[in-house]
């Protein structure tokens, strides 16, 4: 009788041990696959239609699209460096472009069709206050976070234009 109580309590244990540690292979699984890298990026973008209204004090109201090619560094692995945009800016400026508040929504995507969406805004008068975060992503972006710092680096032409930005790019777990 003493034998096969010992029986039935090792067969309860082995089992909670299995447990624990199919668990913990899980946890640790999931931990692995999260990467939090430091990005940086830089946008070569194309206005591509633009809708400026002259409001009653002298500023103006702009709603702008763009397509933008971005080449980005630092990347996690399976991510590539190269991907489009498509962005909507709307936007208040003085007559001399001074920002007086700025906003945009980007989609991304990549060769694969993968990407993912941004937003972001700057209130900063000489366009140094950008800042952006993914909102949603699909295919290999599904999951992803991405949060930074964003800076308007010129223009090329009148409607060619160069931003520049750092931030944080997170994997899923």
């Keep these: 009788m003493k034998n096969r109580k010992n029986k039935d309590m090792l067969v309860p244990k082995l089992f909670k041990k299995s447990i624990v540690c199919i668990v913990a292979c899980f946890i640790f699984n999931s931990a692995v696959h999260a990467e939090t890298v430091t990005i940086t ?4 973008g194309s206005r591509t239609s633009t809708e400026e209204t002259v409001l009653s004090d002298g500023n103006f109201k702009y ?19 190269m991907v489009s945009g498509d962005c909507r800016n709307i936007g208040l400026r003085s007559p001399d472009f001074v920002n007086l ?9 990549d060769i694969d069709g993968d990407g993912f969406i941004n937003i972001g805004s700057d209130i900063a008068p000489d366009w140094s206050g950008c800042n952006y975060e993914t909102l949603a992503g699909w295919g290999k972006y599904a999951g992803i976070s991405q949060s930074g710092n964003c800076s308007y680096a010129g223009n090329i032409t009148a409607t060619d234009w160069v931003l520049k930005w750092i931030g944080e790019f997170t994997t899923p777990e």
Aim: charged share 10%.
């Design 101 to 109: 508040g700025s906003s945009w929504t980007c989609t991304i995507t």
């Design 41 to 44: 990026g830089t946008a070569y």
């Design 63 to 81: 709603i702008n699209s763009d397509h933008s090619i971005w080449v980005q560094e630092g990347m996690p692995e399976g991510y590539p460096s």
